[in-house]
């Protein structure tokens, strides 16, 4: 253990304990009678509140008034919306609902594969989604990913929210700051959501359900959807059984510009200048098709034992297309063609044509398609809860969890496009597409250019994530100031892998033009990147997706002997114990709790390198069967030990103004890519990139202070500031590593061996810091406003930026409701963030904002009708890369994904 962290530790428990003893003493006058009063209208309260969150609370002001009500009592800084709150705002999944809230920043993608229409990543307080852990009922849950880039390349410890639909919501608790008690592996906080239970409902048989659509108008197509639920629970209420089941679908269409390429350099006059290479017209169709369901039996063979056992299955269908058609400057450039009406600005060539004349294609057609993509998710999980006197209770849970990331085909063809034709390019600012040409005519496969493509792909992936953990929790209470005693401990194994990997090739050679569909295929909308703001050519055709198929069966190489691609392929498994001890405090106007919890983690890393890792027990290999050259099956192993201490006070300052503060501990463990990501090498360079097994687990130092003034009913107006300190944050760095160098060993006929800089996922230390504000204003009996505001600054030390700070956070939304409708109106923005690393340079995503609205009508006591209209603004996202040592900021993707309307009738019995 650390000093650092010992003297934090004691801090903070002398501290409390100090606060407590003087608080006691200053209330010594009151009678342990009175102090049992206390105590007793303390846990009244939180009863009250337990009572009030059954599913029997309905209308957007009733479950305004529980969720504001369950923040005000939690000793915590927490942030709470209820089921009702999620059935009335404009919410398809639970991100939806969590990115109205302050401090809470969403994202639609987790690698570079750009913004889509559906919310997909949470993170808290400006940092990026895997410091943000995610729990059902206060477990782990297993993640999937549909994207193939999620699977085998960026695969971080994020949850994906798009397998989480918000129907299987009663309650979601957002932590943003820490306990003892709270699994860890959240460094900026946690995400609980909170199922439903049988026996909290108020009837004896409970039954819903939600019938309609979604249209979806880039598309133009309207598809089902589908919810329904019933519950039953005895007389007695000793026996409870619920189930759930959903089935939706939803048409998807993506319209872009990608700069795929990058940006190249080439000299001019003896300068070096940078232009974009492979611009392209960026397609993607999808239908995705959201299934599962949920159950819950819940039984009570005493008034002091609860035994419950759930589960929750989801599965989400994303068959894709991808086109990129794309103009293709470095291959003009590179046969001898010219730049011509060059224009630059600073060192990038803003405009350009390319002399005609040359025989190297001026286009590169990528179409890709992913029959098979999907992901999902399930668990079940066994709880026991015993009261065993009136002051001492036990709960025990045991479970299991599983995801999955599937691709288990992606079929391709790359076509070079028109020999010796014409070309060039208008840059337009970070706020337009760049306008470019290519060729005069782009709707047929005439002038396509076959064998100045290739056959790509990676086949056979099936990423699995899961955990089986067993826990155990007891409390004790106390009357005085000291409330109760908790104390617990949980183990866990969980693992995380991708082991096969075909990637295909030509089989014998590219097809010739005659051995290509001649007909068949479609062709791109007639007003594609209109939505943008591009101008761009149009009406580019395309092969059907079964066209791809029946030409990568005939002249694909899907060996899975000698195209077994090693390089992305990986295998983590973490076994997690940990124990921890909280005490709770509640006098008189005030509250809080200190503990400590104690973290042990092993780790077995299993990744693939040219030569043995120098870290590794034990190496298998070289293993020669791969046409991508032999390489090392390594297993690394490491252990750590963490102490978490945390504390939490709370005063009430007068009836209605609340002050928070809290500080501890946190721990996040490494991206799993981070660890296990394969070291791709250059030989002519000596350079490389890949995963660093060494990584260290992320701890943040955290402060929070808040003050909260509830000044009426459903209205609170609220500050908070908060620092984060993190050590051993994960960001990229260069080292220095001896490799096989393959090439100089195949020359040489013997191994040699050389140092290369390598760019990997290297630890520093960083900050976050930044302040929240929040407003939530009831207007006379019906109508009412809520807003807030969060500002983030973060840095690394290194001078890097970290990956998800959006500086400037912003939501607001106004709503009506009354006994027969409702209607709310809601926007959000962030501001621009570092998302990643692309072509050797910092990506950005742009600042955007998005516009949604929903209403809803009852027509009778059990039915009613709802309408949501999602993107409402057709927010366009745009990307950037920052390299500031060589072309400064240039636009690197533009998407719109058009608009969603969703429309239903619900039933409730």
Same mark, same amino acid.
């Given at each position: 253990?650390?000093?650092?962290?010992?003297?934090?530790?004691?801090?903070? !428990?002398?501290?409390?304990?100090?606060?407590?003893?003087? %608080?006691?003493?200053?209330?010594?006058?009151?009678?342990?009678?009175?102090?049992?009063?206390?105590?007793?209208?303390?846990? #009244?309260?939180?009863?009250?509140?337990?009572?009030?969150?059954?599913?029997?609370?309905?209308?957007?002001?009733?479950?305004?008034?529980?969720?504001?009500?369950?923040?005000?009592?939690?000793?915590?800084?927490?942030?709470?919306?209820?089921?009702?709150?999620?059935?009335?705002?404009?919410?398809?999944?639970?991100?939806?609902?969590?990115?109205? %809230?302050?401090?809470?920043?969403?994202?639609?993608?987790?690698?570079?594969?750009?913004?889509?229409?559906?919310?997909?990543?949470?993170?808290?307080?400006?940092?990026?989604?895997?410091?943000?852990?995610?729990?059902?009922?206060?477990?782990?849950?297993?993640?999937?990913?549909?994207?193939?880039?999620?699977?085998?390349?960026?695969?971080?410890?994020?949850?994906?929210?798009?397998?989480?639909?918000?129907?299987? $919501?009663?309650?979601?608790?957002?932590?943003?700051?820490?306990?003892?008690?709270?699994?860890?592996?959240?460094? #900026?906080?946690?995400?609980?959501?909170?199922?439903?239970?049988?026996?909290?409902?108020?009837?004896?048989?409970?039954?819903?359900?939600?019938?309609?659509?979604?249209?979806?108008?880039?598309?133009?197509?309207?598809?089902?959807?589908?919810?329904?639920?019933?519950?039953?629970?005895?007389?007695?209420?000793?026996?409870?059984?619920?189930?759930?089941?959903?089935?939706?679908?939803?048409?998807?269409?993506?319209?872009?510009?990608?700069?795929?390429?990058?940006?190249?350099?080439?000299?001019?006059?003896?300068?070096?200048?940078?232009?974009?290479?492979?611009?392209?017209?960026?397609?993607?169709?999808?239908?995705?098709?959201?299934?599962?369901?949920?159950?819950?039996?819940?039984?009570?063979?005493?008034?002091?034992?609860?035994?419950?056992?759930?589960?929750?299955?989801?599965?989400?269908? +994303?068959?894709? /297309?991808?086109?990129?058609?794309?103009?293709?400057? =470095?291959?003009?450039?590179?046969?001898?063609?010219?730049?011509?009406?060059?224009?630059?600005?600073?060192?990038?060539?803003?405009?350009?044509?390319?002399?005609?004349?040359?025989?190297?294609?001026?286009?590169?057609?990528?179409?890709?398609?992913?029959?098979?993509?999907?992901?999902?998710?399930?668990?079940? +999980? *066994?709880?026991?809860?015993?009261?065993?006197?009136?002051?001492?209770?036990?709960?025990?849970?045991?479970?299991?969890?599983?995801?999955?990331?599937?691709?288990?085909?992606?079929?391709?063809?790359?076509?070079?496009?028109?020999?010796?034709?014409?070309?060039?390019?208008?840059?337009?600012? %970070?706020?337009?597409?760049?306008?470019?040409?290519?060729?005069? $005519?782009?709707?047929?496969?005439?002038?396509?250019?076959?064998?100045?493509?290739?056959?790509?792909?990676?086949?056979?992936?099936?990423?699995?994530?899961?955990?089986?953990?067993?826990?155990?929790?007891?409390?004790?209470?106390?009357?005085?100031?000291?409330?109760?005693?908790?104390?617990?401990?949980?183990?866990?194994?969980?693992?995380?892998?991708?082991?096969?990997?075909?990637? @295909?090739?030509?089989?014998?050679?590219?097809?010739?033009?005659?051995?290509?569909?001649?007909?068949?295929?479609?062709?791109?909308?007639?007003?594609?990147?209109?939505?943008?703001?591009?101008?761009?050519?149009?009406?580019?055709?395309? /092969?059907?997706?079964?066209?791809?198929?029946?030409?990568?069966?005939?002249?694909?190489?899907?060996?899975?002997?000698?195209?077994?691609?090693?390089?992305?392929?990986?295998?983590?498994?973490?076994?997690?114990?940990?124990?921890?001890?909280?005490?709770?405090?509640?006098?008189?106007?005030?509250?809080?709790?200190?503990?400590?919890?104690?973290?042990?983690?092993?780790?077995?890393?299993?990744? +693939?390198?040219?030569?043995?890792?120098?870290?590794?027990?034990?190496?298998?290999?070289?293993?020669?069967?791969?046409?991508?050259?032999?390489?090392?099956?390594?297993?690394?192993?490491?252990?750590?030990?963490?102490?978490?201490?945390?504390?939490?006070?709370?005063?009430?300052?007068?009836?209605?103004?609340?002050?928070?503060?809290?500080?501890?501990?946190?721990?996040?463990?490494?991206?799993?890519?981070?660890? #296990?990501?394969?070291?791709?090498?250059?030989?002519?360079?000596?350079?490389?990139?890949?995963?660093?097994?060494?990584?260290?687990?992320?701890? =943040?130092?955290?402060?929070?202070?808040?003050?909260?003034?509830?000044?009426?009913?459903?209205?609170? *107006?609220?500050?908070?500031?908060?620092?984060?300190?993190?050590?051993?944050?994960?960001?990229?760095?260069?080292?220095?590593?001896?490799?096989?160098?393959? @090439?100089?060993?195949?020359?040489?006929?013997?191994?040699?061996?050389?140092?290369?800089?390598?760019?990997?996922?290297?630890?520093?230390?960083?900050?976050?810091?930044?302040?929240?504000?929040?407003? !939530?204003?009831?207007?006379?009996?019906?109508?009412?406003?809520?807003?807030?505001?969060?500002?983030?600054?973060?840095?690394?030390?290194?001078? @890097?930026?970290?990956?998800?700070? =959006?500086?400037?956070?912003?939501?607001?939304?106004?709503?009506?409701?009354?006994?027969?409708?409702?209607?709310?109106?809601?926007?959000?923005?962030?501001?621009?963030? /570092?998302?990643?690393?692309?072509?050797?340079?910092?990506?950005?995503?742009?600042?955007?904002?998005?516009?949604?609205?929903? #209403?809803?009508?009852?027509?009778?006591?059990?039915?009613?009708?709802?309408?949501?209209?999602?993107?409402?603004?057709?927010?366009?996202?745009?990307?950037?890369?920052?390299?500031?040592?060589?072309?400064?900021?240039?636009?690197?993707?533009?998407?719109?994904?058009?608009?969603?309307?969703?429309?239903?009738?619900?039933?409730?019995?």
């Amino acid at each position: 253990m650390s000093h650092r962290k010992t003297l934090l530790a004691a801090s903070i !428990i002398a501290g409390l304990w100090c606060v407590s003893g003087a %608080l006691y003493a200053q209330d010594n006058s009151q009678t342990s009678s009175q102090a049992n009063q206390q105590n007793s209208a303390e846990k #009244a309260n939180k009863e009250k509140i337990k009572e009030l969150s059954t599913i029997t609370v309905t209308g957007i002001r009733s479950s305004q008034e529980l969720s504001l009500d369950t923040k005000r009592a939690d000793n915590t800084h927490v942030e709470v919306v209820s089921a009702e709150d999620i059935g009335k705002l404009p919410a398809k999944n639970v991100a939806d609902t969590l990115q109205r %809230l302050p401090g809470v920043n969403i994202s639609s993608s987790s690698a570079s594969e750009g913004a889509f229409d559906e919310v997909d990543r949470v993170s808290l307080r400006g940092t990026n989604p895997s410091m943000t852990q995610t729990t059902i009922n206060g477990h782990t849950v297993a993640t999937g990913d549909w994207f193939v880039l999620n699977q085998v390349q960026t695969v971080g410890r994020s949850v994906s929210y798009s397998l989480l639909p918000s129907e299987i $919501v009663s309650q979601v608790v957002v932590h943003k700051t820490s306990e003892a008690s709270l699994l860890e592996g959240g460094s #900026a906080g946690s995400v609980d959501i909170v199922t439903r239970k049988p026996l909290e409902y108020a009837k004896e048989f409970t039954a819903e359900a939600s019938i309609g659509g979604v249209y979806a108008d880039l598309p133009g197509t309207t598809k089902p959807q589908f919810s329904g639920l019933f519950n039953y629970k005895s007389p007695d209420n000793t026996f409870g059984v619920l189930g759930q089941a959903f089935y939706e679908e939803r048409s998807l269409q993506r319209e872009g510009q990608e700069v795929v390429g990058g940006y190249n350099s080439t000299t001019l006059n003896g300068k070096t200048y940078y232009y974009p290479n492979e611009i392209g017209n960026a397609f993607f169709t999808q239908t995705r098709k959201r299934e599962g369901g949920a159950f819950d039996v819940e039984f009570k063979p005493s008034d002091n034992l609860t035994l419950d056992l759930n589960g929750f299955y989801s599965l989400m269908k +994303a068959d894709n /297309y991808n086109r990129n058609y794309m103009l293709w400057t =470095s291959s003009v450039l590179g046969a001898g063609g010219q730049l011509t009406n060059v224009q630059t600005q600073g060192n990038v060539i803003t405009h350009a044509d390319l002399a005609p004349g040359t025989n190297a294609p001026y286009g590169i057609y990528d179409q890709i398609s992913r029959p098979g993509a999907a992901s999902r998710t399930w668990y079940v +999980a *066994l709880d026991a809860a015993w009261k065993v006197t009136d002051k001492l209770s036990f709960h025990g849970q045991a479970g299991t969890t599983h995801g999955a990331g599937d691709s288990p085909h992606q079929n391709v063809l790359e076509l070079g496009e028109n020999n010796a034709g014409s070309g060039g390019w208008q840059m337009n600012g %970070l706020g337009t597409p760049i306008s470019w040409y290519e060729g005069a $005519v782009n709707n047929s496969p005439s002038t396509m250019v076959p064998s100045a493509g290739w056959i790509f792909g990676e086949q056979s992936i099936h990423m699995v994530d899961k955990e089986n953990w067993v826990q155990g929790d007891g409390e004790l209470d106390f009357d005085g100031p000291m409330s109760s005693l908790q104390f617990g401990a949980r183990y866990s194994s969980h693992t995380r892998q991708s082991l096969e990997d075909i990637a @295909q090739g030509p089989l014998n050679g590219m097809p010739t033009q005659a051995q290509l569909p001649a007909g068949g295929y479609g062709n791109y909308p007639g007003d594609f990147g209109s939505q943008l703001g591009a101008t761009v050519p149009g009406s580019v055709w395309f /092969y059907t997706p079964s066209q791809l198929a029946t030409i990568d069966g005939q002249f694909a190489n899907r060996n899975p002997v000698t195209r077994f691609y090693w390089n992305d392929i990986y295998s983590v498994k973490e076994k997690d114990s940990a124990v921890y001890l909280q005490a709770n405090f509640d006098g008189d106007r005030w509250g809080g709790n200190v503990g400590v919890r104690y973290v042990h983690t092993g780790e077995t890393i299993n990744d +693939a390198t040219t030569s043995p890792d120098a870290s590794a027990s034990s190496a298998i290999g070289p293993i020669t069967t791969s046409a991508f050259g032999p390489y090392y099956w390594n297993t690394i192993k490491h252990s750590y030990n963490k102490v978490l201490p945390s504390a939490n006070l709370k005063f009430d300052l007068t009836d209605d103004v609340i002050a928070r503060m809290a500080v501890s501990q946190t721990l996040t463990r490494p991206d799993y890519s981070a660890m #296990a990501g394969s070291v791709s090498l250059d030989d002519l360079t000596h350079t490389g990139a890949g995963g660093n097994p060494a990584l260290k687990p992320l701890i =943040s130092t955290n402060f929070d202070g808040a003050l909260e003034w509830y000044f009426a009913p459903r209205g609170l *107006l609220s500050a908070s500031v908060y620092n984060m300190s993190l050590h051993n944050y994960v960001n990229f760095g260069d080292v220095n590593r001896v490799y096989k160098d393959i @090439q100089a060993s195949t020359l040489a006929g013997h191994d040699v061996f050389s140092t290369y800089t390598v760019t990997v996922p290297s630890n520093v230390n960083g900050n976050v810091k930044g302040v929240e504000l929040a407003y !939530i204003q009831p207007i006379g009996k019906n109508f009412g406003v809520e807003t807030n505001y969060t500002f983030a600054s973060a840095h690394a030390d290194n001078g @890097q930026p970290l990956e998800g700070t =959006s500086k400037h956070t912003f939501n607001a939304s106004v709503y009506f409701e009354n006994d027969l409708f409702n209607a709310r109106l809601a926007y959000t923005y962030r501001s621009s963030f /570092y998302d990643t690393v692309s072509h050797g340079a910092n990506y950005f995503q742009a600042g955007v904002g998005n516009l949604a609205f929903s #209403a809803g009508y009852k027509i009778t006591d059990w039915m009613s009708v709802t309408f949501d209209a999602m993107n409402l603004n057709n927010p366009k996202w745009r990307y950037y890369y920052q390299d500031n040592n060589t072309f400064g900021k240039q636009p690197y993707a533009f998407y719109v994904n058009g608009r969603q309307y969703y429309f239903n009738l619900r039933f409730k019995f």
